[in-house]
């Protein structure tokens, strides 16, 4: 089983920018980023496959996020740029050992503990 662990939240200002991290215990292939805000969904926001050339974006973040990922140290990145107060989220992770990816959170195997972000207007 591998564990993750979100972390890189926090408290910014409308505008700014936050990197969050998902550090993985082993392993992983496909890896998505979620998010849920207060009485709402948890909802698709981008994913990365274990290359890094196929990415995917929720497009209420296109061109604001950005997906990344360093193999070596089995940790992947979601860079957030110009965030705004919708933003406003407990940002989870989760995670496949195969290439399976999808926007759909239950459909992966590991699945973090979630990491707040808050942004202020």
């Known amino acids: 089983q591998v564990q993750l662990v979100e972390s890189g939240g926090g408290l910014v200002q409308a505008g700014g920018s936050l990197r969050l991290s998902c550090a993985a215990s082993g392993r992983t292939s496909t890896v998505g980023w979620f998010r849920q805000a207060p009485g709402k969904e948890r909802e698709f926001v981008a994913s990365?496959?274990?290359?890094?050339?196929?990415?995917a974006y929720a497009g209420s973040v296109k061109g604001r996020f950005t997906i990344s990922r360093d193999n070596a140290k089995n940790t992947v990145y979601l860079r957030m740029n110009s965030l705004l107060a919708e933003d406003t989220a407990v940002y989870y992770c989760a995670a496949n050992p195969n290439y399976s990816g999808s926007s759909y959170y239950y459909d992966y195997a590991y699945r973090g503990q979630g990491t707040q972000v808050t942004v202020s207007s």
């Open positions: 990365i496959t274990w290359s890094g050339g196929t990415t």
